[in-house]
């Protein structure tokens, strides 16, 4: 299929669009979509909020009677069936567009292709695979989700030069400055989950919760949403032996928990919002693996692990992360400092993990490094 | 003063010209010189090594008579004494030379102002502080030893992205890739000299040379310079206890080698490349200001550290170092493998080693980080 230039800048148009849902659509794709008549925009629209209208429906809402004989520019293609909603292909139908260009076909085995035929059927002329890249990078999650039934784990470290996450009297506060701070808030708002052990619940009580006030000073205020509009993700905890207790600082904060054990807490008040998820043990720890798939079967698409070097080294060693984001400090902390993942002892530097840097970014006085784990073939 | 647009291009020019020096200037300052006149650049130069004619030397000869009556930038104060060559204040008002405008007065007290006077009495208009910074970063060695009495010391270090030097059992090859280690190769050649500790070079057998072949490969090779036009920077390596011995890797190199110790070693025989300087102890190591103080009276100006994480600690703990270059490979190798410095242990955040990031790039596979000590005031 030959795309033109107009069609290319109709389509990143698209994808802009789509990226407005990145706080919200969970567990629902970012989409994004354009219709074009004339050579002129006529409607434009985004999915927002899994339940609320489709990025095509927004955009023939937009458009109107206008829709009739447009081209409609599609992030993902149109679905075909009921959900919570009823499908698109038939809404684009109705409207009276005469052409779709998808970026990508839908990777859900109840959708793909079938959106597409719908349209072809009717007379629509489609085509797709423009900007591919650009519209599958919009959801990592969604698309790991349904092509390996995990979640997308993003595993996020921060540390010294030196690789050092506390002194060894444990003081960490604080390592990175406000800005590399500010952007973990950021993503957490962008994840629909956050993973963390039992250790950094305890021993740092943390909240691990996202912040609307340290929210708006990053990008997320280019959105207009207002604190009622923030959806707090999902913070799953995994104590496999039982250890957490209702009073810490964690769940104080009214928002769903999951706690992952290998054996019911029956005796403890847990809060309403707080969920106790059995997993399987494997060495005597919950089977991080058989974890990830329960997880996705819970509709999260994206994880983000922000744990001690402990839970971060078992993650990294069994090959279960899809990113890691390093924040790296300006500063030197010394070997007596501690280490920022455990992992087994390598005999052979052929063994060590190996990634790849994707960007490398300065944020505030820190470097940000976004790396993936180097695949083996 | 205020200069125009274009009296700044012509200095940027005398700026490019002057790094063509910096693999071959040692002990002078890197200068370049461009002489112009109605508009047109008559004559450029710069200095290349030791011993042989200054950059404005070199500028008149280019220009030959249409020097008479140009005017001439040039990078630094020109110079009013003898010393290996006449000075060139002289030089330039027997030119003809109307006009001289230098980005930065001379730093040793045995030039500064002196070169401008001189131009003054004899007529020739003066002018200075165009493009300054830029001409101070053409040489931090020789201002940091005319300023302080010490060289400019830049601490390399490299690590994966955990801080990890090496495996527990020492294996080490290799951490960073080939694009790396060929950049280390080409900072080693700008330099004075290099510096290491007894350990690395009895433990991992280190020559600590310049390897022409490797450098062909990077920037170098824009110079045209030959193997013969290469100078080895002088190894210098700390031993304290005398445990070095003649057999090593290291003294199979004939270029200067100087061993820094306590005490003299009377009984091996060191070929005669070799010198051992005395430096009194501290805390029962090497005094490593005193250390410095001495090498800065050797003519050094900049100092390349390579050293373990045990060297390279105490630098950084006694603030003797000027600029940290960091190669941090994309690899984990968790917390068993051997950490990148050694400092005293900390019990506050307060106490750890701030440092300022400066520039990030990526070499190859790896990023290099280039990062100043944070001034405490």
């Given at each position: 299929m030959q795309f033109t230039q107009e069609d290319r800048v109709y389509m990143a148009r698209a994808i802009e669009l789509a990226k407005k849902g990145r706080y919200t659509t969970t567990p629902n794709p970012?989409?994004?979509?354009?219709?074009?008549?004339?050579?002129?925009?006529?409607?434009?629209?985004?999915?927002?909020?899994?339940?609320?209208?489709?990025?095509?429906?927004?955009?023939?809402?937009?458009?109107?009677?206008?829709?009739?004989?447009?081209?409609?520019?599609?992030?993902?293609?149109?679905?075909?069936?009921?959900?919570?909603?009823?499908?698109?292909?038939?809404?684009l139908k109705k409207a009276g567009i005469i052409k779709v260009i998808s970026a990508m076909v839908d990777p859900n085995p109840k959708v793909s292709g079938k959106g597409l035929a719908i349209l072809n059927e009717a007379g629509v002329e489609t085509a797709h695979g423009?900007?591919?890249?650009?519209?599958?990078?919009?959801?990592?999650?969604?698309?790991?989700r349904m092509k390996t039934g995990k979640p997308f784990v993003t595993c996020k470290l921060a540390s010294s030069l030196d690789?050092?996450?506390?002194?060894?009297?444990?003081?960490?506060?604080?390592?990175?400055?406000?800005?590399?701070?500010?952007?973990?808030?950021?993503?957490?708002?962008?994840?629909?989950?956050?993973?963390?052990?039992?250790?950094?619940?305890?021993?740092?009580?943390?909240?691990?919760?996202?912040?609307?006030?340290?929210?708006m000073k990053t990008e997320f205020t280019e959105l207009n949403l207002n604190s009622d509009q923030l959806r707090q993700p999902i913070r799953i905890v995994i104590d496999s032996q039982n250890r957490l207790t209702p009073d810490l600082e964690f769940f104080k904060i009214s928002s769903p928990i999951i706690i992952l054990t290998t054996k019911l807490d029956k005796s403890s008040q847990w809060p309403h919002f707080v969920t106790?998820?059995?997993?399987?043990?494997?060495?005597?720890?919950?089977?991080?693996?058989?974890?990830?798939?329960?997880?996705?079967?819970?509709?999260?698409?994206?994880?983000?692990?922000?744990?001690?070097?402990?839970?971060?080294?078992?993650?990294?060693?069994?090959?279960?992360?899809?990113?890691?984001?390093?924040?790296?400090?300006?500063?030197?902390m010394g070997d007596c400092s501690k280490g920022l993942v455990n992992l087994p002892e390598f005999t052979n530097m052929m063994q060590v993990n190996e990634l790849t840097f994707l960007e490398v970014t300065m944020i505030g006085e820190d470097i940000r490094i976004i790396a993936s784990p180097k695949k083996t073939n």
């Amino acid at each position: 299929m030959q795309f033109t230039q107009e069609d290319r800048v109709y389509m990143a148009r698209a994808i802009e669009l789509a990226k407005k849902g990145r706080y919200t659509t969970t567990p629902n794709p970012n989409v994004g979509c354009v219709l074009v008549k004339s050579g002129e925009i006529v409607g434009e629209g985004f999915h927002q909020k899994a339940g609320q209208s489709h990025a095509e429906v927004n955009a023939i809402a937009m458009a109107g009677e206008k829709a009739k004989g447009a081209t409609a520019y599609v992030t993902l293609e149109p679905c075909s069936h009921f959900g919570l909603t009823p499908p698109c292909a038939e809404g684009l139908k109705k409207a009276g567009i005469i052409k779709v260009i998808s970026a990508m076909v839908d990777p859900n085995p109840k959708v793909s292709g079938k959106g597409l035929a719908i349209l072809n059927e009717a007379g629509v002329e489609t085509a797709h695979g423009l900007l591919e890249k650009e519209a599958i990078d919009l959801n990592p999650g969604f698309l790991t989700r349904m092509k390996t039934g995990k979640p997308f784990v993003t595993c996020k470290l921060a540390s010294s030069l030196d690789g050092k996450t506390a002194l060894k009297n444990g003081q960490s506060k604080w390592i990175t400055g406000s800005k590399a701070r500010q952007d973990v808030q950021n993503l957490r708002a962008q994840n629909c989950a956050i993973l963390t052990g039992a250790d950094t619940v305890i021993l740092d009580n943390a909240k691990m919760n996202v912040r609307y006030e340290e929210l708006m000073k990053t990008e997320f205020t280019e959105l207009n949403l207002n604190s009622d509009q923030l959806r707090q993700p999902i913070r799953i905890v995994i104590d496999s032996q039982n250890r957490l207790t209702p009073d810490l600082e964690f769940f104080k904060i009214s928002s769903p928990i999951i706690i992952l054990t290998t054996k019911l807490d029956k005796s403890s008040q847990w809060p309403h919002f707080v969920t106790q998820m059995l997993v399987p043990e494997r060495d005597g720890k919950i089977d991080l693996s058989v974890a990830l798939t329960k997880l996705a079967s819970h509709n999260i698409n994206n994880l983000f692990l922000e744990a001690g070097h402990t839970l971060s080294g078992k993650f990294s060693e069994l090959d279960l992360v899809d990113q890691y984001i390093f924040y790296i400090a300006p500063k030197l902390m010394g070997d007596c400092s501690k280490g920022l993942v455990n992992l087994p002892e390598f005999t052979n530097m052929m063994q060590v993990n190996e990634l790849t840097f994707l960007e490398v970014t300065m944020i505030g006085e820190d470097i940000r490094i976004i790396a993936s784990p180097k695949k083996t073939n």
